[in-house]
């Protein structure tokens, strides 16, 4: 499979030549890159997260992290340790992810498939042929690293499954086991796990029984260490309040148009993704029909068997879908359902469709065969179309001031300030990782993650304007980021009477007026 290795490779290099900002203006990643440069300085785990909307009562500060598990800094940090600072560092460790994940996930869908290149191939070109994939892995997310251990996990489970040899169920256990120390939705992963155990068939429930237990301990134990070093250093679990807030309509229109984008991404032409969306209508209609027809020719309900991998990452999906909406729902309101969350849905997709791809395209005439050949060349052209077409725009404007309000002029002015002027502003993390400045931050109407209306709010805003009013002391905003617990400018202004100092369409600095 030379092809593969030259597919995974080509994917590196377009992604290094592409971007090299790994930041991306959010949030998560800052806090990524910052807790593997903390650890690398001896100071652990730890950077500006549980505080991360911050107060005008208090600058941010770093505290142990808890609002994240802990492997993807750590891997950081192991990469930063060869020479690299750390942004470099996670960088390169996600772009060499993606190339594992490539070879993976043809390998996966190769012995699924039966042995198939065609499908192998297929598989790993849609991987790479798709402006989400590059994206995940241009940044310094947790999710390709998840990615990469969940369909390992998975594809080493499904081994046992055939061969019933306890080493693979011990390995598959501790592949699932770091996959949820990459993130917390990887109780999915051991969930997935215990239930197939549990109710395969063929093996006395007395096994099965045990079987379960010994992967669902092994998978769980690192989880729950982690769990009670964050209750005694911080004092919380997972810094996720237990509330009631059901998902709103908006992020189900988000996840919907999300998995929309995988198939028709909005970077190729109009033309591309309808034309691409016909054939491949065409094909599954043509495919559905013909199989129909050869099961009632052949006086059979089923004309072959679906992979047991396909049936695993289907289920695992499933359970993944519930796991995120019962997190939304109870314990952290600010999860999106978009192209990154939903990102794990995709790669099981296509470990599902490849793996089902083989047996379809044998039970298929010649017709049909050349149909689902022409349909994977479809989908890979108006991916491959998009994904050029992100990594050239990215390439335009990586690493300049234009780029995004993280390395806009108003950031640079807040840099060349003095130290002993006092900021506030809505944007802490980026300016205390771009700058090194300790900052304060606004005034919160609501808990970020309960959703909870916050009885400081008022207290926080008259600290706010009290001070504002100190000489050396001034507001920042930076217009394109304004999550919405904050006030906006114009509920600020009308509380603060401010005055202008800078400008520019990414930002604003103002001072209180003085009487």
């Given at each position: ?153 998975l594809a080493v489970l499904s081994s046992y499954l055939e061969s019933r040899r306890a080493v693979w169920l011990v390995s598959a256990a501790i592949l699932v086991a770091l996959a949820w120390l990459t993130r917390y939705v990887g109780v999915a992963l051991v969930g997935t796990g215990a239930l197939v155990l549990v109710f395969r068939s ?84 043509a495919v559905v029909v013909a199989i129909r027809r050869r099961q009632r020719h052949a006086g059979q309900g089923v004309l072959f068997p679906i992979p047991r991998i396909a049936r695993l990452t289907g289920l695992f999906a499933g359970v993944y879908l519930l796991v995120m909406v019962a997190s939304a729902t109870l314990v952290d309101g ?182």
């Amino acid at each position: 499979m030379l092809v593969v290795f030259a597919l995974a490779a080509g994917g590196v290099a377009w992604a290094r030549a592409a971007r090299h900002d790994v930041i991306a203006c959010n949030p998560d990643a800052i806090v990524h890159v910052e807790s593997a440069g903390n650890f690398l300085q001896g100071h652990g785990l730890t950077a500006v997260e549980r505080n991360y909307t911050g107060s005008p009562l208090h600058r941010f500060r770093d505290e142990p992290l808890t609002h994240y598990p802990p492997l993807f800094p750590l891997l950081i940090a192991g990469v930063s340790a060869c020479g690299l600072a750390p942004e470099a560092a996670a960088g390169w460790l996600n772009t060499l992810v993606m190339a594992a994940c490539t070879l993976v996930l043809a390998h996966v869908v190769y012995r699924a498939s039966g042995g198939s290149r065609g499908c192998a191939l297929s598989a790993g070109a849609l991987f790479l042929a798709s402006p989400t994939t590059f994206r995940m892995h241009t940044e310094a997310m947790s999710e390709p690293v998840f990615v990469l251990l969940a369909v390992s996990g998975l594809a080493v489970l499904s081994s046992y499954l055939e061969s019933r040899r306890a080493v693979w169920l011990v390995s598959a256990a501790i592949l699932v086991a770091l996959a949820w120390l990459t993130r917390y939705v990887g109780v999915a992963l051991v969930g997935t796990g215990a239930l197939v155990l549990v109710f395969r068939s063929g093996v006395s429930f007395r096994r099965r029984l045990a079987d379960a237990s010994v992967f669902s301990a092994v998978a769980s134990l690192p989880m729950i260490g982690w769990v009670i070093h964050n209750r005694l250093v911080a004092g919380t679990a997972t810094h996720r309040p237990i509330a009631f807030h059901p998902p709103l309509l908006q992020k189900w229109k988000d996840g919907t148009e999300a998995v929309r984008h995988w198939f028709t991404p909005l970077e190729a032409p109009r033309a591309v993704r309808v034309a691409a969306v016909c054939v491949v209508a065409i094909t599954i209609l043509a495919v559905v029909v013909a199989i129909r027809r050869r099961q009632r020719h052949a006086g059979q309900g089923v004309l072959f068997p679906i992979p047991r991998i396909a049936r695993l990452t289907g289920l695992f999906a499933g359970v993944y879908l519930l796991v995120m909406v019962a997190s939304a729902t109870l314990v952290d309101g600010l999860i999106p359902f978009n192209s990154r969350t939903l990102y794990p849905l995709y790669v099981c997709l296509l470990v599902a469709g490849g793996s089902l791809a083989g047996p379809i395209y044998r039970a298929c005439g010649p017709g049909e065969r050349a149909m689902m050949a022409c349909s994977a060349a479809a989908l890979v052209l108006t991916g491959a179309w998009a994904a050029g077409a992100w990594g050239l725009d990215s390439r335009q404007h990586s690493g300049t001031a234009a780029a995004s309000w993280m390395y806009s002029d108003t950031m640079h002015t807040v840099a060349a300030l003095g130290p002993d002027v006092a900021v506030y502003t809505n944007a802490g993390m980026a300016v205390q990782y771009q700058t090194g400045r300790r900052v304060f931050g606004l005034p919160t109407k609501f808990d970020a993650m309960s959703e909870r209306p916050r009885a400081e709010y008022r207290a926080e805003m008259a600290a706010l304007g009290e001070g504002l009013r100190k000489p050396g002391s001034l507001l920042v905003l930076f217009r394109p980021f304004w999550p919405a617990y904050y006030p906006s400018e114009e509920e600020i202004r009308r509380e603060i009477p401010l005055a202008t100092v800078h400008e520019e369409p990414r930002g604003v600095i103002l001072e209180a007026r003085r009487p």
